[in-house]
């Protein structure tokens, strides 16, 4: 069983990149990921996936967001980063990290980012 912790800055001015980062902690091997995402919820609006880090090093990415987001993972740290770029107040949401590990999906708590000027 793993635990995963999201961190990053709560408030983020527009047009600013914000970067988040996953940590995976337990018992982990990275043999037994399958895949690493993250996914945001806005007020209203509901869940939304962003994109996806696969264990054959393929990355995808939601198309809406326009180019916007840039995710990587450290295998030898256990974490997953986003980064996304120009941010607008609509970015405004709990972003979750998500990770399929050992047929087990799991979740992180999830943080809050509001981008506001």
């Known amino acids: 069983q793993i635990k995963l912790q999201e961190s990053g800055p709560g408030l983020v001015k527009p047009s600013q990149t914000l970067s988040l980062t996953c940590t995976a902690s337990g018992d982990s091997e990275t043999s037994g990921y399958y895949y690493w995402s993250w996914i945001r919820q806005s007020p209203g609006i509901g869940l939304e996936w962003i994109g996806a880090s696969l264990f054959n090093g393929n990355v995808y990415y939601n198309p809406t967001l326009n180019s916007r987001a840039l995710i990587s993972t450290d295998d030898s740290e256990n974490t997953i980063n986003l980064q996304m770029s120009n941010l607008k107040p609509e970015d405004t949401a709990v972003y979750y990290c998500?990770?399929?590990?050992?047929?087990?999906?799991?979740w992180g708590q999830g943080t809050q980012v509001t981008v506001s000027s």
């Open positions: 998500n990770v399929l590990y050992r047929r087990t999906n799991y």
